[in-house]
């Protein structure tokens, strides 16, 4: 695998389970330290060489700490990405659970976004702000394909046994950590969004502008608030997620596997130094 591949996981996806060697690690940035985990196949930690149906080495990050207990507006986004790129990671696998602002998308539906609308507040704007060895001038990144072309497309290579993948898919994050009102719902369809989160940006942003591709995945927990009569509840939520993060986790190692990744992308941007 010449690519090395990250995982980010979010509410459900806190630990990467399977028959790995797992290493965890603390990786200091000039935003701070972050905790990430090196997870290597088991028969290639023993020695054994490298099967074609094996992973190799990737990285996996557990946004909200493996306790989940680091909540939406508090994570370290900043700190995040830059442990990736110091790590020589080069391609993120990100996961998310989602509100629908649809009702033709219900819970147990898995996306590929392909678009995002921020509608954060007060998360720092740019990956570069406060950073000591910012490039010159200023900086503008293009987002006219949000998501890597690539990575989305060694997603919908995969097959699931269970449900089909949404290739098409606007995402709108929200600051959280509270849930959205039915007239925050109402809007967020009516600006074309598809679905709604707390996490995924500045994520995206972060990741873009450092350089890395990106691809997220959108695991449909509940439907958003006024959609139906249930009021929404982070333990459904929870519930949902646990009868989905095997299937997650499953699609994202063999998209991690594809052929597709030994392929160059020219959509993403060169890595700057951080």
Not at 11 to 21: I, K, P
């Amino acid at each position: 695998m010449s690519e090395k591949i990250a995982i980010i996981g979010g509410t459900g996806l806190e630990t990467l389970e399977g028959q790995f060697s797992i290493t965890d690690r603390i990786v200091s940035t000039v935003f701070g330290d972050t905790k990430v985990t090196i997870v290597r196949d088991a028969q290639e930690a023993n020695g054994s060489s490298e099967s074609a149906d094996q992973i190799g080495e990737i990285i996996f990050l557990s946004r909200h700490g493996a306790s989940h207990s680091i909540s939406p507006h508090e994570i370290n986004y900043q700190a995040n990405i830059a442990a990736l790129v110091k790590l020589g990671v080069t391609r993120v696998y990100a996961t998310n659970a989602v509100g629908s602002l649809r009702l033709d998308i219900p819970p147990g539906s898995l996306l590929v976004y392909d678009n995002f609308i921020d509608f954060t507040k007060n998360r720092t704007l740019s990956f570069w702000d406060n950073h000591p060895n910012r490039p010159p001038g200023v900086v503008h990144t293009d987002f006219s394909n949000p998501y890597c072309p690539l990575l989305r497309s060694s997603l919908l290579a995969m097959e699931t046994d269970f449900t089909p993948l949404i290739p098409s898919c606007t995402y709108v994050c929200a600051e959280g950590p509270r849930f959205e009102s039915p007239a925050e719902v109402r809007m967020f369809a009516q600006w074309g969004g598809d679905v709604v989160g707390m996490t995924g940006l500045p994520e995206a942003i972060y990741a873009r502008e450092a350089g890395l591709c990106y691809a997220g995945i959108g695991i449909v927990t509940n439907y958003g608030a006024g959609l139906t009569a249930v009021a929404v509840d982070h333990l459904d939520v929870v519930e949902q997620m646990s009868v989905s993060a095997t299937m997650v986790r499953d699609l994202i190692l063999k998209a991690c596997r594809s052929n597709v990744l030994s392929e160059s992308c020219g959509n993403c941007g060169r890595r700057n130094s951080v």
